[in-house]
Protein backbone atom coordinates (compact mmCIF):
# COMPACT_ATOMS: atom_id res chain seq x y z
CA UNK A 1 0.00 0.00 0.00
CA UNK A 2 1.55 3.49 -1.07
CA UNK A 3 -0.40 6.97 -0.46
CA UNK A 4 0.43 10.45 -1.92
CA UNK A 5 -0.62 12.91 0.86
CA UNK A 6 -1.17 16.99 -0.17
CA UNK A 7 -1.49 19.32 2.86
CA UNK A 8 -1.96 22.80 1.86
CA UNK A 9 -4.55 24.44 4.68
CA UNK A 10 -2.10 26.54 5.74
CA UNK A 11 1.66 27.98 5.25
CA UNK A 12 2.72 25.17 4.27
CA UNK A 13 2.68 23.69 0.74
CA UNK A 14 3.90 19.96 1.40
CA UNK A 15 3.31 16.59 -0.48
CA UNK A 16 4.32 13.30 0.74
CA UNK A 17 4.54 9.63 -0.50
CA UNK A 18 4.32 7.02 2.66
CA UNK A 19 3.71 3.41 2.45
CA UNK A 20 2.04 0.96 4.43
CA UNK A 21 5.26 -0.30 6.50
CA UNK A 22 5.51 3.10 7.57
CA UNK A 23 8.16 3.44 5.42
CA UNK A 24 7.84 7.86 4.50
CA UNK A 25 9.24 7.60 0.73
CA UNK A 26 9.51 11.73 0.33
CA UNK A 27 8.82 14.02 2.72
CA UNK A 28 8.59 17.17 0.95
CA UNK A 29 7.68 20.85 2.85
CA UNK A 30 7.31 24.33 1.62
CA UNK A 31 7.28 26.57 4.22
CA UNK A 32 5.83 30.23 3.03
CA UNK A 33 7.51 32.30 6.08
CA UNK A 34 9.63 34.87 4.01
CA UNK A 35 6.00 35.52 2.15
CA UNK A 36 4.22 36.29 5.29
CA UNK A 37 6.84 37.63 7.33
CA UNK A 38 6.32 41.10 5.84
CA UNK A 39 2.41 41.27 7.38
CA UNK A 40 3.54 39.52 10.52
CA UNK A 41 0.73 36.59 9.98
CA UNK A 42 0.00 34.37 7.30
CA UNK A 43 -1.85 36.23 4.67
CA UNK A 44 -4.68 33.73 3.67
CA UNK A 45 -4.85 34.98 -0.64
CA UNK A 46 -0.58 35.29 -0.58
CA UNK A 47 -0.96 31.40 1.03
CA UNK A 48 -3.55 29.96 -1.49
CA UNK A 49 -1.77 31.52 -4.90
CA UNK A 50 1.53 30.44 -2.96
CA UNK A 51 0.20 27.08 -2.59
CA UNK A 52 -1.07 27.20 -6.16
CA UNK A 53 2.24 27.63 -7.79
CA UNK A 54 4.37 25.18 -6.29
CA UNK A 55 2.10 22.17 -5.83
CA UNK A 56 2.69 20.90 -9.36
CA UNK A 57 6.64 21.38 -8.81
CA UNK A 58 5.94 19.39 -5.16
CA UNK A 59 4.05 16.38 -6.41
CA UNK A 60 6.77 15.65 -9.45
CA UNK A 61 9.57 16.34 -6.90
CA UNK A 62 8.37 13.75 -4.01
CA UNK A 63 7.66 11.17 -7.00
CA UNK A 64 11.08 11.67 -8.32
CA UNK A 65 12.36 11.28 -4.58
CA UNK A 66 10.42 7.84 -4.12
CA UNK A 67 11.40 7.00 -7.20
CA UNK A 68 7.69 5.55 -8.31
CA UNK A 69 5.05 6.21 -11.08
CA UNK A 70 1.34 6.70 -10.45
CA UNK A 71 0.87 3.06 -11.11
CA UNK A 72 3.11 2.39 -7.68
CA UNK A 73 0.13 4.32 -5.68
CA UNK A 74 -2.69 2.91 -4.69
CA UNK A 75 -4.44 6.21 -3.79
CA UNK A 76 -4.40 10.25 -3.47
CA UNK A 77 -4.91 11.76 0.13
CA UNK A 78 -5.43 15.59 0.57
CA UNK A 79 -6.53 18.02 3.66
CA UNK A 80 -9.95 18.64 2.74
CA UNK A 81 -10.34 21.11 6.16
CA UNK A 82 -10.43 22.76 8.39
CA UNK A 83 -8.53 25.36 7.33
CA UNK A 84 -7.41 28.42 5.12
CA UNK A 85 -9.73 27.63 2.17
CA UNK A 86 -8.35 29.09 -0.54
CA UNK A 87 -5.09 27.07 0.81
CA UNK A 88 -7.28 23.73 0.75
CA UNK A 89 -8.95 23.87 -2.18
CA UNK A 90 -5.65 23.97 -4.17
CA UNK A 91 -4.15 21.03 -2.41
CA UNK A 92 -7.67 19.47 -2.46
CA UNK A 93 -8.39 20.15 -6.03
CA UNK A 94 -5.17 19.05 -7.22
CA UNK A 95 -5.35 15.57 -5.32
CA UNK A 96 -8.89 14.74 -6.91
CA UNK A 97 -7.29 16.22 -10.45
CA UNK A 98 -4.77 13.33 -10.03
CA UNK A 99 -7.78 10.86 -8.84
CA UNK A 100 -9.39 11.70 -12.43
CA UNK A 101 -6.39 11.25 -14.54
CA UNK A 102 -4.91 8.15 -12.71
CA UNK A 103 -7.99 6.49 -12.02
CA UNK A 104 -6.93 6.05 -8.01
CA UNK A 105 -9.07 6.57 -5.08
CA UNK A 106 -9.24 10.03 -3.42
CA UNK A 107 -9.10 10.14 0.20
CA UNK A 108 -10.46 13.43 1.95
CA UNK A 109 -8.48 13.98 5.15
CA UNK A 110 -9.56 16.04 8.41
CA UNK A 111 -6.00 18.04 9.29
CA UNK A 112 -6.08 17.61 12.99
CA UNK A 113 -6.98 13.51 11.95
CA UNK A 114 -3.76 14.05 10.07
CA UNK A 115 -1.91 15.07 13.77
CA UNK A 116 -3.98 12.73 15.73
CA UNK A 117 -2.67 9.70 13.60
CA UNK A 118 0.79 10.88 13.58
CA UNK A 119 2.14 8.38 16.05
CA UNK A 120 0.49 5.87 14.85
CA UNK A 121 3.42 6.15 11.22
CA UNK A 122 5.90 6.73 13.34
CA UNK A 123 5.69 3.69 16.12
CA UNK A 124 3.31 1.17 17.38
CA UNK A 125 0.56 2.78 18.46
CA UNK A 126 -2.71 0.48 19.43
CA UNK A 127 -6.48 2.07 20.14
CA UNK A 128 -7.53 3.79 22.61
CA UNK A 129 -5.45 6.26 23.31
CA UNK A 130 -5.60 9.96 24.22
CA UNK A 131 -4.05 12.97 22.45
CA UNK A 132 -3.66 16.21 22.92
CA UNK A 133 -3.91 18.70 19.71
CA UNK A 134 -2.37 21.61 20.00
CA UNK A 135 -1.54 23.90 17.09
CA UNK A 136 -1.99 27.37 15.68
CA UNK A 137 -5.87 26.68 14.73
CA UNK A 138 -6.76 24.22 17.64
CA UNK A 139 -6.13 23.07 21.44
CA UNK A 140 -7.71 20.24 22.30
CA UNK A 141 -7.87 16.19 23.91
CA UNK A 142 -9.26 13.90 22.19
CA UNK A 143 -9.84 10.31 23.03
CA UNK A 144 -9.03 8.22 19.95
CA UNK A 145 -10.30 4.56 19.71
CA UNK A 146 -10.40 3.71 16.58
CA UNK A 147 -10.48 5.42 12.76
CA UNK A 148 -13.28 8.21 12.44
CA UNK A 149 -14.09 7.51 16.26
CA UNK A 150 -12.98 10.64 18.01
CA UNK A 151 -14.31 12.63 20.66
CA UNK A 152 -13.65 15.53 21.98
CA UNK A 153 -12.81 16.05 25.59
CA UNK A 154 -12.10 19.49 25.98
CA UNK A 155 -11.51 22.19 23.77
CA UNK A 156 -9.70 25.91 23.96
CA UNK A 157 -12.90 28.32 24.31
CA UNK A 158 -10.93 31.27 23.00
CA UNK A 159 -7.39 31.23 21.42
CA UNK A 160 -5.84 27.65 20.38
CA UNK A 161 -2.07 27.38 22.20
CA UNK A 162 -0.02 28.49 18.84
CA UNK A 163 -2.49 31.25 18.10
CA UNK A 164 -1.47 32.55 22.08
CA UNK A 165 2.24 31.82 21.08
CA UNK A 166 2.38 33.72 17.95
CA UNK A 167 -0.03 36.85 19.00
CA UNK A 168 2.31 37.01 22.69
CA UNK A 169 5.64 36.77 20.32
CA UNK A 170 4.38 39.97 18.53
CA UNK A 171 3.39 41.94 21.52
CA UNK A 172 7.67 41.21 22.25
CA UNK A 173 8.68 42.62 19.09
CA UNK A 174 9.89 38.64 17.94
CA UNK A 175 10.44 37.07 14.48
CA UNK A 176 7.97 35.68 12.76
CA UNK A 177 6.56 32.86 12.90
CA UNK A 178 6.55 34.07 16.71
CA UNK A 179 6.02 30.38 18.48
CA UNK A 180 9.57 28.62 17.54
CA UNK A 181 11.37 31.99 18.16
CA UNK A 182 9.20 32.98 21.53
CA UNK A 183 11.01 29.18 22.55
CA UNK A 184 14.05 30.06 21.74
CA UNK A 185 14.34 33.85 23.67
CA UNK A 186 12.78 31.93 26.79
CA UNK A 187 15.91 29.42 26.94
CA UNK A 188 17.21 32.44 28.26
CA UNK A 189 15.13 33.71 30.34
CA UNK A 190 13.73 33.58 34.06
CA UNK A 191 10.38 31.66 34.01
CA UNK A 192 10.00 32.66 37.59
CA UNK A 193 10.41 36.85 36.99
CA UNK A 194 6.79 38.15 36.05
CA UNK A 195 3.89 36.33 37.93
CA UNK A 196 1.65 35.69 34.82
CA UNK A 197 -2.49 33.83 35.71
CA UNK A 198 -3.06 30.01 34.66
CA UNK A 199 -6.38 30.32 33.06
CA UNK A 200 -8.78 26.99 33.74
CA UNK A 201 -6.54 26.03 36.96
CA UNK A 202 -8.47 23.18 38.74
CA UNK A 203 -11.78 23.47 36.48
CA UNK A 204 -14.07 20.19 36.46
CA UNK A 205 -13.99 19.83 32.67
CA UNK A 206 -11.03 19.81 30.31
CA UNK A 207 -11.15 22.76 28.07
CA UNK A 208 -8.79 25.43 27.99
CA UNK A 209 -8.39 29.13 27.67
CA UNK A 210 -5.11 31.64 26.59
CA UNK A 211 -6.37 34.80 25.87
CA UNK A 212 -6.10 36.08 29.24
CA UNK A 213 -2.67 34.91 29.18
CA UNK A 214 -1.53 36.74 26.27
CA UNK A 215 -3.29 40.01 27.53
CA UNK A 216 -1.57 39.53 31.10
CA UNK A 217 1.56 39.83 28.69
CA UNK A 218 0.02 42.79 27.20
CA UNK A 219 -0.25 44.46 30.13
CA UNK A 220 3.14 43.96 31.31
CA UNK A 221 4.34 45.35 28.04
CA UNK A 222 2.26 48.55 28.07
CA UNK A 223 2.92 48.97 32.37
CA UNK A 224 6.74 49.18 30.37
CA UNK A 225 5.33 51.43 28.02
CA UNK A 226 6.78 49.12 25.04
CA UNK A 227 10.14 49.91 26.75
CA UNK A 228 11.50 46.29 28.07
CA UNK A 229 15.34 45.17 27.88
CA UNK A 230 16.47 42.57 26.08
CA UNK A 231 16.49 40.54 29.60
CA UNK A 232 12.97 41.46 29.98
CA UNK A 233 11.55 39.97 27.62
CA UNK A 234 13.51 36.90 27.90
CA UNK A 235 12.08 37.20 31.28
CA UNK A 236 8.94 37.60 29.54
CA UNK A 237 8.96 35.12 26.97
CA UNK A 238 10.04 32.35 29.60
CA UNK A 239 7.04 33.65 31.93
CA UNK A 240 4.45 33.08 29.35
CA UNK A 241 6.53 29.83 28.19
CA UNK A 242 6.34 28.02 31.88
CA UNK A 243 2.12 29.24 32.59
CA UNK A 244 1.13 28.17 29.41
CA UNK A 245 2.90 24.57 30.40
CA UNK A 246 1.14 24.83 34.22
CA UNK A 247 -2.12 25.31 32.54
CA UNK A 248 -1.32 22.26 29.78
CA UNK A 249 -0.55 19.95 32.75
CA UNK A 250 -3.32 20.43 35.24
CA UNK A 251 -5.48 20.03 31.83
CA UNK A 252 -3.88 17.18 31.49
CA UNK A 253 -4.14 15.75 34.81
CA UNK A 254 -8.19 16.36 34.06
CA UNK A 255 -8.17 14.77 30.74
CA UNK A 256 -6.51 11.65 31.98
CA UNK A 257 -9.26 11.08 34.53
CA UNK A 258 -11.65 11.55 31.96
CA UNK A 259 -10.05 9.01 29.90
CA UNK A 260 -9.55 6.49 32.50
CA UNK A 261 -12.84 6.60 33.35
CA UNK A 262 -13.86 5.75 30.09
CA UNK A 263 -11.64 3.83 28.90
CA UNK A 264 -9.74 2.14 31.58
CA UNK A 265 -7.24 -0.02 29.71
CA UNK A 266 -6.09 2.78 27.73
CA UNK A 267 -2.51 3.64 28.68
CA UNK A 268 -0.64 5.96 26.34
CA UNK A 269 -1.17 9.67 26.31
CA UNK A 270 0.08 11.30 22.60
CA UNK A 271 0.89 15.14 21.23
CA UNK A 272 0.36 16.44 18.12
CA UNK A 273 0.50 19.92 16.00
CA UNK A 274 3.15 22.62 16.03
CA UNK A 275 3.07 23.49 19.45
CA UNK A 276 4.17 19.57 20.21
CA UNK A 277 8.01 20.85 18.74
CA UNK A 278 8.04 22.83 21.81
CA UNK A 279 10.88 21.02 23.61
CA UNK A 280 10.32 22.87 27.04
CA UNK A 281 6.20 21.66 26.57
CA UNK A 282 7.30 18.03 25.39
CA UNK A 283 9.55 17.86 28.37
CA UNK A 284 6.98 18.90 31.13
CA UNK A 285 4.21 17.16 29.49
CA UNK A 286 6.09 13.76 29.54
CA UNK A 287 7.15 14.10 33.18
CA UNK A 288 3.51 14.72 33.79
CA UNK A 289 1.79 11.88 31.91
CA UNK A 290 4.43 9.68 33.15
CA UNK A 291 3.62 10.40 36.64
CA UNK A 292 -0.01 9.65 36.33
CA UNK A 293 1.29 6.39 34.62
CA UNK A 294 0.78 6.68 31.29
CA UNK A 295 3.42 6.01 28.27
CA UNK A 296 4.01 9.25 26.44
CA UNK A 297 4.33 9.51 22.62
CA UNK A 298 5.55 12.32 21.02
CA UNK A 299 5.83 12.74 17.11
CA UNK A 300 9.72 13.79 16.28
CA UNK A 301 10.12 17.07 15.68
CA UNK A 302 9.74 17.48 11.66
CA UNK A 303 6.48 15.44 12.08
CA UNK A 304 4.91 17.87 15.01
CA UNK A 305 4.25 20.48 12.52
CA UNK A 306 2.02 20.50 9.04
CA UNK A 307 3.66 18.05 6.55
CA UNK A 308 2.30 15.92 3.74
CA UNK A 309 3.71 12.87 5.55
CA UNK A 310 0.78 12.69 7.80
CA UNK A 311 -2.04 13.28 5.68
CA UNK A 312 -0.81 10.44 3.68
CA UNK A 313 -0.78 8.29 6.28
CA UNK A 314 -4.10 9.26 7.64
CA UNK A 315 -5.05 7.87 3.70
CA UNK A 316 -3.64 4.39 4.93
CA UNK A 317 -5.70 4.06 7.69
CA UNK A 318 -8.73 5.21 5.80
CA UNK A 319 -7.88 3.16 2.57
CA UNK A 320 -7.29 0.40 5.16
CA UNK A 321 -11.02 0.30 5.50
CA UNK A 322 -12.07 1.28 2.23
CA UNK A 323 -12.74 4.77 3.52
CA UNK A 324 -12.38 6.33 0.34
CA UNK A 325 -14.44 9.28 -0.80
CA UNK A 326 -16.59 10.99 -3.96
CA UNK A 327 -15.30 14.00 -6.03
CA UNK A 328 -17.66 16.04 -4.70
CA UNK A 329 -16.43 15.75 -1.42
CA UNK A 330 -16.34 19.55 -0.22
CA UNK A 331 -13.88 21.75 1.18
CA UNK A 332 -14.33 23.05 4.96
CA UNK A 333 -13.13 25.99 6.30
CA UNK A 334 -14.26 24.63 9.64
CA UNK A 335 -14.27 20.54 10.70
CA UNK A 336 -14.47 19.55 13.92
CA UNK A 337 -13.02 16.42 14.84
CA UNK A 338 -15.97 14.76 15.86
CA UNK A 339 -18.31 15.82 13.16
CA UNK A 340 -19.19 13.03 10.49
CA UNK A 341 -16.65 12.28 7.84
CA UNK A 342 -19.52 14.16 5.29
CA UNK A 343 -19.65 13.29 1.80
CA UNK A 344 -21.04 9.65 1.52
CA UNK A 345 -18.37 7.22 0.93
CA UNK A 346 -18.05 5.96 -2.68
O1 LIG B 1 0.24 22.33 13.27
P1 LIG B 1 0.81 23.59 12.77
O2 LIG B 1 2.08 23.52 11.96
O3 LIG B 1 -0.26 24.35 11.89
C1 LIG B 1 -1.60 24.39 12.26
O4 LIG B 1 -2.29 23.37 12.06
O5 LIG B 1 -2.00 25.43 12.82
O6 LIG B 1 1.03 24.56 14.01
C2 LIG B 1 1.52 25.85 13.84
C3 LIG B 1 1.60 26.53 15.18
C4 LIG B 1 1.96 28.00 15.07
O7 LIG B 1 1.13 28.75 15.92
C5 LIG B 1 3.41 28.01 15.54
O8 LIG B 1 3.83 29.23 16.11
C6 LIG B 1 3.38 26.90 16.59
O9 LIG B 1 2.60 25.90 15.99
N1 LIG B 1 4.72 26.41 16.89
C7 LIG B 1 5.32 26.52 18.09
C8 LIG B 1 6.62 25.97 17.95
N2 LIG B 1 6.77 25.54 16.66
C9 LIG B 1 5.59 25.82 16.02
N3 LIG B 1 4.88 27.02 19.26
C10 LIG B 1 5.71 26.98 20.30
N4 LIG B 1 6.96 26.48 20.25
C11 LIG B 1 7.46 25.97 19.10
N5 LIG B 1 8.70 25.47 19.05
ZN1 LIG C 1 -1.47 21.55 11.75
Known amino acids: MRILGIESSCDETAVA ?75 MMTAKGLSIATGLPFIAINHMEGHALTPRLTGTLDFPYLALLISGGHSQFVSITGISKYSILG ?117 GGGVAANEYIRKKLKNCVNDLGLRFVAPPINLCGDNGAMIAWAGIERLRLGLINKLDFPARPRWPLDAPHSGAHS
Open 17 to 91: IVDGDRQILSNQVLSQITEHEEYGGVVPEIAARSHLSHIDRLVKKAMTEAKIDFRDLNGIAATAGPGLIGGVLVG
Open 155 to 271: TSIDDAVGEAFDKTAKLLDLDFPGGPALEKRAKSGDPTRFALPRPMLGRPNCDLSFSGLKTAVRNVVEKHKGHLDNEAISDLAASFQNAVADCLIDRCNKAVEDFRSIHPTGNTFVI
